[in-house]
């Protein structure tokens, strides 16, 4: 590798952040999967692009769960109800309280894009991590704006605590789980996101905000491997797992799409996905410079540079 590439270093990216917000969602029955995933992204999404506050934001388009990547173990269910398998994970992080205050504060979040889910969400369950308690283990892909189908397999890894072991059960998936799988070395990215019991942090006018079923998430792993085949590897890790976890749930994350990073929105993010690849495939490329951009969007291009005005 030539020597003044700069390697992004995404695992301090990320990690820079205090906070991080996970949504699960779920789409409206009565649209087609694809009109709502387009919707999310280029309408909805670069929404929050517009707003300051966010250091990233990701959108993470999910597959059915898939039990037959695991081996069986005894007292350990790998099986989801269809009606409460979400479809998309839109995940934020935020530098400090004071950031996630700034973006609640602004007029986008705080009314406009709350009253916008309705037109692609049937539901959605938001909940805010514990403050520094989702970390980015490893990142070997190192790129901090995704966009499109993950370079190699990736999945959204969802853990059910059993009954009585909450207590303690981040502390379990982050030391005992995530960190020695991060060490392996088909692994290649791996976050993990403690969460609170499932309690909405987000209302939005005419989306369900029950969680659909009686198993919720006490936490999840973002995990991108060499191989689907590691996943039986790393399974046979600690001997009590079906002590602390009653069910796991494996979503394959089939596309993800980066709207903001490092506090700057993306391209994606400030004109949509399929205005990028035209510009891309067109090679105008005076349509990606600072000039253009800054032209078009204002301040929404400094991103979180907004916040730090003198």
């Not at 390697?7 to 990216?13: I, R, S, T």
């Not at 991060?182 to 905000?209: C, I, T």
Request: hydrophobic fraction near 40%; include cysteine; proline fraction near 10%.
């Amino acid at each position: 590798m030539d020597a003044s590439v700069e390697v992004p270093d995404v695992v301090g990216l990320e990690n820079a952040a205090e906070l991080a917000l996970t949504s699960f969602c779920w789409w409206r029955a009565d649209l087609p999967r694809a009109v709502c995933e387009t919707y999310w992204r280029d309408v909805h999404g670069i929404m929050f692009a517009r707003a300051p506050g966010l250091w990233q934001y990701r959108q993470l388009r999910l597959g059915g769960n898939r039990p037959d990547l695991w081996p069986a173990v005894q007292g350990l269910s790998f099986d989801a109800p269809e009606v409460a398998q979400p479809q998309g994970i839109p995940h934020g992080l935020f530098l400090s309280e004071a950031d996630l205050v700034a973006f609640g504060d602004h007029p986008l979040p705080k009314d406009v894009i709350p009253r916008d889910a309705h037109h692609f969400l049937g539901r959605i369950g938001a909940l805010l991590s514990p403050p520094g308690g989702g970390r980015t283990l490893v990142d070997r892909i190192n790129d901090p704006a995704v966009q499109g189908p993950p370079p190699v397999p990736t999945f959204a890894l969802c853990f059910v605590p059993r009954a009585g072991a909450a207590d303690g059960f981040h502390a379990f998936l982050t030391e005992r789980v995530a960190r020695p799988w991060s060490e392996h070395p088909d692994v290649v990215r791996l976050r993990v996101e403690p969460l609170p019991p499932y309690e909405s942090a987000m209302s939005s006018p005419g989306v369900a905000h029950r969680w659909p079923g009686e198993e919720t998430y006490l936490g999840w792993i973002e995990l991108a491997v060499r191989d689907g085949a590691v996943l039986g590897d790393l399974l046979a890790g600690p001997a009590d797992f079906a002590h602390h976890v009653s069910a796991l749930h494996t979503y394959p994350v089939r596309e993800v799409y980066t709207l903001i990073s490092g506090g700057r929105p993306t391209e994606v993010g400030l004109r949509g996905y399929p205005a990028v690849r035209a510009i891309i495939a067109a090679g105008a490329e005076n349509q990606r410079g600072a000039a253009v951009l800054t032209r078009l969007f204002g301040d929404a291009v400094r991103g979180l540079d907004q916040l730090r005005k003198p």
